[in-house]
């Protein structure tokens, strides 16, 4: 395992070297590095934003979408671009992906919040509101290049949970209605995962879509490790070889499984009450890079084979999960009541 020498804001993976955002007393800047942190180009500088908040959202081509304070930019050229603004100041862009050839980036923070199509001009394709009345935001969005469907997961505490497009975005259905509330999106041949984000469960899980039966099993997990019965939050799932690398907002950790099931911590950052955001997997060629928002961990795939293999560093165990299991459908029957409640009252009123 290496360590970036640098604070890293945000990173990808651009084959065997990293891209990354990098802050100082300055502002930003852009910089490809090696996978040992040695500096290869330093692409470009930006004075006049302050925040401690960035991300590198997609690398298109020679073009790079970054999303810093509540503004999206797009860097090409040696020159960054303000392209869009969020909705509200403390909003931002978390998340953006690529299908069929076009680009879609996704707004966190107060309602409403957009999705959008970026090509030469940026489009707002969706609002939250516009899917789900009752939520609050946009949680994630991906792609799914087999079927040509867009995901877009939502919260909190609302009815649709994950919304789906297969129109490039123009039109919105809801997928699943139910207990259990996402934020990471994993497209992967013939199934679409979801890492739970959800108050419910405490200790976590993974929703799993059967794509050609569409079918839904869900992977109720408890933390193993330290007595911690607080919290377990994904942030990010990605998948690195015949293995599975996932980020946890609460506790700020970096785990890994085989199976989805046993869960090995790869790193753990700290016990923190508060989601964070910033804690994200990025894939590359021989490597993976773990980021936590102010450093990058690179572990090489015979590192994380290594640590999947142990017994003494598992975090994360399926459970049957019957409380929890319980508490989720009595929400869902409080929801029915609510929403049964407010026809009558209306009904009442003609």
């Known amino acids: 395992m290496k360590i970036l020498p640098q604070e ?7 084959g065997e070297n990293i891209l990354a955002l990098l802050k100082d007393d300055e502002g930003f800047s852009l910089s490809l590095l090696s996978a040992q942190g040695e500096v290869i180009d330093e692409m470009g500088k930006i004075s006049d934003l302050k925040s401690d908040r960035g991300r590198i959202l ?13 503004k999206l930019l797009s860097f090409h050229g040696g020159k960054f671009d303000v392209i869009s603004v969020a909705h509200h100041p403390f909003n931002y862009f978390w998340h953006a992906t690529e299908l069929n050839g076009k680009i879609y980036v996704q707004e966190y923070g107060e309602s409403p919040t957009d999705i959008l199509g970026v090509t030469d001009k940026v489009n707002s394709l969706a609002t939250n509101l516009q899917i789900d009345q009752t939520s609050r935001h946009f949680h994630a969005i991906a792609g799914d290049k087999k079927s040509g469907t867009l995901f877009a997961t939502l919260g909190d505490g609302n009815a649709v949970r994950v919304a789906v497009s297969s129109d490039d975005g123009e039109s919105w259905s809801p997928l699943y209605k139910g207990s259990w509330q996402f934020v990471p999106i994993l497209p992967l041949d013939n199934r679409i995962l979801f890492g739970f984000d959800s108050g419910i469960s405490r200790g976590g899980g993974v929703g799993v879509l059967d794509m050609k039966n569409r079918k839904w099993n869900f992977i109720l ?3 193993a490790q330290y007595g911690y019965d607080g919290l377990c939050q994904f942030a990010d799932l990605k998948r690195f070889q015949s ?40 894939i590359g060629t021989r490597a993976a890079a773990l980021c936590t928002g102010s450093r990058t961990y690179v572990f090489t795939a015979e590192e994380l084979q290594e640590i999947a293999q142990s017994d003494s560093n598992v975090c994360l165990s399926v459970t049957r999960g ?3 299991r319980m508490i989720g459908m009595g929400s869902q029957l409080l929801r029915h009541a609510r ?3 407010i026809y009558k009252q209306s009904w009442a009123r003609v």
């Open 8 to 14: 890293t804001l945000s990173v990808k993976c651009i």
């Open 58 to 70: 997609l690398v298109d081509g020679s073009r790079i979408l970054l999303g810093i304070e509540n």
């Open 221 to 223: 997990l408890r933390w």
């Open 243 to 282: 293995t599975y690398v996932g980020s946890l907002g609460v506790p700020k950790a970096f785990v890994l499984s085989k199976d989805l099931c046993t869960w090995h911590l790869i790193h753990l950052e700290c016990y923190n009450g508060h989601f964070d955001h910033s804690m994200t997997i990025e």
């Open 322 to 324: 019957y409380e929890s």
């Open 339 to 341: 929403k049964y409640r």
